[in-house]
């Protein structure tokens, strides 16, 4: 059952982070964070490998309130497989249309919000812990001295060190 109209929601190497109207997503592996809005959301939640494109969209007509065109679930799906977040790669439904071909005739029909996916390259965690020199700035002497936390570039670098040099007693 693992095929394009029953797509499965990628969990495994994922961090999810529910906030209101929002789904915040990081992506172990390739260290990249998503923002998944409200549709994007629902239709992400919906894919669970046994329930079709049609009827995420009835899902979603009933959570909203507003009829939900099949259209617009597989602008989600698309997204959510060009972002990786399904188990498995779906070829794209709109194959040959224009995004703003694409847009134009959901966009018209929807009374809901199109399902978007924001996305950002996050820094990966050794490049972020080593990113900034010391921040204290000079002493008396004219070292730059380390905030409490070891954070400038220099290996030795260590809580009331000056930078580049062995920790003072």
């Known amino acids: ?50 329930t079709s494109i049609p009827e995420i969209a009835g899902i979603i007509g009933s959570q909203t309130g507003n009829a939900v065109s099949d259209d617009l679930v597989w602008l989600a799906i698309d997204q959510l497989s060009e972002h990786r ?5 779906v070829r794209s439904h709109f194959a040959g249309e224009s995004r703003r071909q694409v847009l134009k005739k959901i966009g018209l029909a929807s009374m809901i919000a199109l399902p978007i ?18 921040p204290l700035g000079p002493n008396v002497n004219g070292d730059l001295q380390c905030q409490g936390q070891p954070v400038c570039a220099a290996p030795i670098c260590q809580p009331n060190s000056v930078c580049g040099t062995t920790p003072r007693p």
């Open 117 to 134: 996916i924001a996305s950002l390259a996050a820094p990966k965690s050794v490049l972020a812990s080593t990113s900034c020199l010391c």
């Open 1 to 50: 059952m693992k095929n394009s109209q029953f797509p499965t929601a990628r969990t495994n190497g994922l961090v999810v982070q529910e906030v209101p109207e929002e789904v915040l997503v990081y992506d172990l592996e390739s260290d990249k964070a998503h923002c998944l809005n409200q549709t994007a959301a629902m239709v992400w939640k919906a894919c669970d490998g046994k």
């Open 85 to 89: 977040l399904l188990e498995t790669e």
